[in-house]
């Protein structure tokens, strides 16, 4: 039945009628009276007052799957003036209407179906048992809603809703039990300056807390809300702004909850000392700016903040902890200018390898922020203390003197793909995990900064600065101490195969204000002329894409790098290692060098199928002569090489050795006058064919396990006056 456009005074009686929608619809009309109907169902209100004064309702049963009745907020409070008497009944139970009352207390109301206030000031509701429809107030001011009980367990009900116009209600110490609906909705223009505080919550098969639609300045504090059975959220935003949210305990109790806090569109609020546990994503914000969080303690599952198109967020001082296997404690999509001040974000769990955790991921489109002072610490595997990643570039972010600590094995601190012009500064980076990377440039890393940033790794080939691709980045500054890896690593660690390295990750701006272990990191890029000389304590040598470069006497305990080198010469140097990939590497279409009177001494045995003191990759016409190589697992490792122009090993003497020479693939080696004295095995290869081998006036002595070659495959190979005391070919 719908009733508009002044039908005035008609008398509705004794109908029986049931609907999809609403029951009795009445718009701009008055004085029209309802007795004795039966409203059997309806799919909406069973009566909706739009606008109408004057509607007399009386011994209506009413059936509704939304309300009773609901009449339309309104500023013009004679749209309240309507009588409905509690003999009015819904599911069998009578109806309060109060309107226009002042300084009363409504108690001891007995079993009912739905209490309605409106137009009131000073109002006390405490201690009543409300379920079925709820209590509804519009339009009340300066009122108290306490010490009741409330139950919803019909979908899209409330337990307690505040419409428009209401302003400095209090509702303390009531306890809300939900299934399917919300516990608390407030929708509302102008409900201001109210308090909801010490209250319970328990809310279960997809309710939610609180709802909040275009709602301010509510203040929400000291509430604990139990969430359990696929519940939806705690307190769900909806364009609603400036509310503060403090020391609210909230718990996901199975932790199959999916939010704790759940911001659409809503901006300035401020969420503090909240305690969120066992959520799915704790605080999620969509299209929400200008938030504030401090000192909230998170414990979820896959988000600890998730953030998209969001901008100007800040959250400070807080505690998030993260156990799933894919889980990020900060996730950000399309969201600028936000910050990261003095929080503590923990991954407790191994990460799936192809899916990894990250303590901050910063997404597609994430500028401008500032990541500072934080302590991010993982301790399970395959998992990214920060991941900057984007399929667009991700820009003018700022991060420093945060610590980031990685327990695992195969992480990374700081990975980085399409990330430009950002800063990177005052970090201080804790490695303790195997093959793992500080920092890691992936691709499309450019034009990046970092300074005064300080490295620790202690884990087996973990690396400070692992550079796959991207260029024209600047290190200034920094401090390593890397242990069992390289400071600066070129390249992707392949265990199987050689080290794949990019041209493009090689052009970067490094200069020697550097350190590792204490001693300055050389890095010559393009560079045709220089004289490197008489220095103790390098802390890593790099020469990439150079020529005419003399290294001489020069100590260090640290890696020597050789890649697209012609005419370099490295001699009269001491190079003592410990635990590296290789001391000496010489790799792509490096040709014309010279490797001279060195003494080369003690790579830590940890022998890798790519271990060797002098390495060699495509490497060609190459002299290698007068050195001492000295307790290393591996000596000599060829990985390939040319009969065209080949490499000349000359005079070196080895001794107490692992293998002296390993060569992978290997074609026209020439061998002439070399020492082998007291090493394990003399020369070994594995299953690749080795071609064109030739040694001359060379002496295999006193190897241990009764093998000076040991060859699975080989053919045109000379030995030219050359002592063998045992082999195997």
């Given at each position: 039945?719908?009733?508009?456009?002044?039908?005035?005074?008609?008398?509705?009686?004794?109908?029986?009628?049931?609907?999809?929608?609403?029951?009795?619809?009445?718009?701009?009309?008055?004085?029209?009276?309802?007795?004795?109907?039966?409203?059997?169902?309806?799919?909406?209100?069973?009566?909706?007052?739009?606008?109408?004064?004057?509607?007399?309702?009386?011994?209506?049963?009413?059936?509704?799957?939304?309300?009773?009745?609901?009449?339309?907020?309104?500023?013009?409070?004679?749209?309240?003036?309507?009588?409905?008497?509690?003999?009015?009944?819904?599911?069998?139970?009578?109806?309060?209407?109060?309107?226009?009352?002042?300084?009363?207390?409504?108690?001891?109301l007995g079993d009912f179906s739905f209490l309605y206030l409106s137009n009131s000031n000073n109002i006390t509701i405490n201690s009543l048992n409300i379920s079925?429809?709820?209590?509804?107030?519009?339009?009340?001011?300066?009122?108290?809603?306490?010490?009741?009980?409330?139950?919803?367990?019909?979908?899209?009900?409330?337990?307690?809703?505040?419409?428009?116009?209401?302003?400095?209600?209090?509702?303390?110490?009531?306890?809300?039990?939900?299934?399917?609906?919300?516990?608390?909705?407030?929708?509302?223009?102008?409900?201001?300056?109210?308090?909801?505080?010490?209250?319970?919550?328990?809310?279960?098969?997809?309710?939610?807390?609180?709802?909040?639609?275009?709602?301010?300045?509510?203040?929400?504090?000291?509430?604990?809300?139990?969430?359990?059975?696929?519940?939806?959220?705690?307190?769900?935003?909806?364009?609603?702004?400036?509310?503060?949210?403090?020391?609210?305990?909230?718990?996901?109790?199975?932790?199959?909850?999916?939010?704790?806090?759940?911001?659409?569109?809503?901006?300035?609020?401020?969420?503090?000392?909240?305690?969120?546990?066992?959520?799915?994503?704790?605080?999620?914000?969509?299209?929400?700016?200008?938030?504030?969080?401090?000192?909230?303690?998170?414990?979820?599952?896959?988000?600890?903040?998730?953030?998209?198109?969001?901008?100007?967020?800040?959250?400070?001082?807080?505690?998030?902890?993260?156990?799933?296997?894919?889980?990020?404690?900060?996730?950000?999509?399309?969201?600028?200018?936000?910050?990261?001040?003095?929080?503590?974000?923990?991954?407790?769990?191994?990460?799936?390898?192809?899916?990894?955790?990250?303590?901050?991921?910063?997404?597609?489109?994430?500028?401008?922020?500032?990541?500072?002072?934080?302590?991010?610490?993982?301790?399970?595997?395959?998992?990214?203390?920060?991941?900057?990643?984007?399929?667009?570039?991700?820009?003018?972010?700022?991060?420093?003197?945060?610590?980031?600590?990685?327990?695992?094995?195969?992480?990374?601190?700081?990975?980085?793909?399409?990330?430009?012009?950002?800063?990177?500064?005052?970090?201080?980076?804790?490695?303790?995990?195997?093959?793992?990377?500080a920092i890691y440039l992936y691709e499309y890393t450019e034009n990046n900064t970092f300074i005064d940033n300080s490295i620790v790794t202690s884990g087996s080939?973990?690396?400070?600065?692992?550079?796959?691709?991207?260029?024209?980045?600047?290190?200034?500054?920094?401090?390593?101490?890397?242990?069992?890896?390289?400071?600066?690593?070129?390249?992707e660690i392949a265990f199987t195969h050689d080290p794949v390295i990019y041209i493009s990750s090689l052009n970067q701006n490094i200069d020697t204000s550097n350190?590792?272990?204490?001693?300055?990191?050389?890095?010559?890029?393009?560079?045709?002329?220089?004289?490197?000389?008489?220095?103790?304590?390098?802390?890593?040598?790099?020469?990439?894409?150079?020529?005419?470069?003399?290294?001489?006497?020069?100590?260090?305990?640290?890696?020597?790098?050789?890649?697209?080198?012609?005419?370099?010469?490295?001699?009269?140097?001491?190079?003592?290692?410990?635990?590296?990939?290789?001391?000496?590497?010489?790799?792509?279409?490096?040709?014309?060098?010279?490797?001279?009177?060195?003494?080369?001494?003690?790579?830590?045995?940890?022998?890798?199928?790519?271990?060797?003191?002098?390495?060699?990759?495509?490497?060609?016409?190459?002299?290698?002569?007068?050195?001492?190589?000295?307790?290393?697992?591996?000596?000599?490792?060829?990985?390939?090489?040319?009969?065209?122009?080949?490499?000349?090993?000359?005079?070196?003497?080895?001794?107490?050795?692992?293998?002296?020479?390993?060569?992978?693939?290997?074609?026209?080696?020439?061998?002439?006058?070399?020492?082998?004295?007291?090493?394990?095995?003399?020369?070994?290869?594995?299953?690749?064919?080795?071609?064109?081998?030739?040694?001359?006036?060379?002496?295999?002595?006193?190897?241990?396990?009764?093998?000076?070659?040991?060859?699975?495959?080989?053919?045109?190979?000379?030995?030219?006056?050359?002592?063998?005391?045992?082999?195997?070919?």
């Amino acid at each position: 039945i719908s009733l508009n456009d002044n039908s005035n005074h008609n008398l509705i009686k004794n109908n029986s009628i049931s609907a999809s929608d609403i029951g009795i619809y009445l718009s701009y009309v008055d004085n029209n009276s309802f007795q004795s109907n039966k409203i059997i169902f309806t799919g909406a209100e069973g009566f909706y007052f739009n606008n109408s004064i004057n509607s007399n309702l009386t011994n209506n049963e009413i059936n509704s799957s939304s309300y009773p009745f609901l009449i339309n907020p309104s500023n013009n409070l004679s749209y309240y003036l309507n009588y409905i008497d509690n003999n009015n009944v819904a599911e069998s139970l009578p109806i309060y209407y109060y309107n226009n009352y002042t300084n009363t207390l409504i108690n001891n109301l007995g079993d009912f179906s739905f209490l309605y206030l409106s137009n009131s000031n000073n109002i006390t509701i405490n201690s009543l048992n409300i379920s079925h429809y709820g209590l509804m107030i519009s339009s009340v001011n300066n009122s108290q809603i306490k010490n009741n009980s409330f139950n919803v367990t019909v979908y899209n009900r409330q337990g307690l809703e505040i419409r428009s116009n209401s302003e400095s209600i209090n509702i303390t110490n009531n306890t809300f039990n939900v299934n399917y609906g919300n516990g608390m909705y407030i929708y509302s223009y102008n409900s201001l300056t109210s308090n909801i505080q010490d209250n319970i919550f328990y809310v279960a098969q997809g309710g939610y807390g609180i709802k909040l639609y275009n709602s301010s300045l509510l203040n929400i504090t000291r509430n604990v809300f139990n969430l359990s059975n696929s519940a939806n959220s705690a307190i769900y935003f909806d364009h609603s702004n400036s509310n503060s949210i403090f020391s609210n305990s909230i718990t996901s109790i199975n932790g199959i909850a999916s939010y704790g806090f759940n911001l659409y569109f809503s901006s300035y609020n401020n969420f503090s000392n909240n305690d969120l546990s066992n959520f799915s994503s704790c605080l999620y914000l969509y299209n929400s700016s200008y938030n504030y969080g401090q000192n909230n303690s998170l414990l979820c599952k896959d988000y600890g903040i998730y953030l998209s198109y969001g901008q100007n967020n800040t959250f400070s001082n807080g505690s998030l902890w993260l156990y799933g296997s894919n889980s990020k404690g900060v996730y950000c999509s399309r969201s600028n200018y936000n910050s990261l001040l003095e929080n503590s974000i923990n991954l407790t769990s191994d990460s799936l390898q192809s899916y990894h955790s990250a303590g901050i991921n910063l997404d597609t489109l994430c500028h401008n922020w500032i990541i500072s002072k934080n302590n991010i610490s993982t301790s399970g595997n395959y998992s990214y203390a920060m991941l900057m990643n984007s399929v667009y570039d991700n820009k003018q972010n700022n991060m420093s003197r945060n610590t980031i600590r990685t327990y695992g094995n195969n992480n990374h601190g700081l990975y980085l793909i399409h990330m430009l012009n950002n800063s990177f500064e005052n970090n201080h980076f804790f490695i303790y995990g195997n093959n793992s990377n500080a920092i890691y440039l992936y691709e499309y890393t450019e034009n990046n900064t970092f300074i005064d940033n300080s490295i620790v790794t202690s884990g087996s080939y973990s690396n400070g600065f692992s550079f796959r691709a991207g260029k024209y980045n600047t290190l200034r500054n920094n401090t390593f101490n890397i242990s069992k890896g390289n400071a600066l690593f070129f390249g992707e660690i392949a265990f199987t195969h050689d080290p794949v390295i990019y041209i493009s990750s090689l052009n970067q701006n490094i200069d020697t204000s550097n350190t590792n272990n204490g001693g300055p990191i050389y890095y010559l890029f393009n560079n045709n002329s220089a004289n490197i000389h008489d220095l103790a304590n390098v802390g890593q040598l790099i020469i990439v894409n150079s020529s005419n470069i003399l290294v001489s006497n020069v100590s260090t305990y640290e890696t020597v790098w050789l890649y697209v080198v012609s005419n370099v010469t490295l001699k009269d140097s001491s190079i003592n290692n410990t635990y590296y990939w290789s001391i000496i590497s010489v790799y792509n279409n490096a040709s014309g060098n010279k490797i001279n009177n060195n003494f080369i001494y003690n790579n830590t045995p940890n022998v890798n199928s790519n271990d060797g003191a002098i390495y060699f990759m495509s490497s060609s016409n190459l002299l290698i002569q007068n050195n001492t190589l000295s307790h290393n697992p591996v000596g000599i490792y060829v990985s390939s090489s040319s009969s065209t122009n080949p490499i000349q090993f000359a005079n070196n003497s080895y001794d107490n050795n692992g293998i002296v020479y390993y060569l992978f693939r290997g074609d026209g080696l020439i061998f002439n006058s070399e020492y082998l004295f007291n090493n394990t095995v003399g020369l070994q290869n594995s299953w690749t064919s080795l071609t064109n081998l030739t040694f001359t006036d060379c002496n295999f002595i006193n190897n241990i396990n009764d093998l000076d070659v040991s060859l699975e495959s080989g053919r045109f190979l000379s030995f030219i006056n050359t002592t063998l005391d045992k082999s195997s070919i």
